[in-house]
């Protein structure tokens, strides 16, 4: 049955019994459910550009950060540091 309402036809009919018609209600939700849910390849394409960029961008900022002056190095860590302290004492945490 291609339909919930078909099934209920064959069901009035006697061609089908209540937990056949569970069953088949089941399935049909069941694949609603999955079509609804499922990305398409569009989506999956999308998400997998997403990442790889992500990444490429990461890799852009270590280049930079790689091609700094020792000095600039430090003192960017230094202001790193700086921050994740500020941020741990915001939360309370030591």
Not at 33 to 41: A, G, Q, V, Y
Request: no cysteine.
């Amino acid at each position: 049955y291609t339909t919930y309402e078909e099934a209920q036809e064959a069901y009035g009919y006697g061609d089908i019994n209540d937990d056949e018609l569970y069953q088949i209600g089941k399935a049909l939700e069941a694949g609603q459910n999955h079509i609804k849910f499922s990305e398409t390849p569009t989506e999956i394409a999308n998400k997998m550009m997403k990442e790889f960029i992500g990444k490429l961008e990461s890799d852009i900022r270590s280049f930079r950060f790689e091609s700094l002056s020792v000095e600039d190095k430090e003192k960017i860590s230094k202001q790193h540091e700086e921050l994740q302290d500020r941020i741990r004492a915001k939360r309370g945490i030591t």
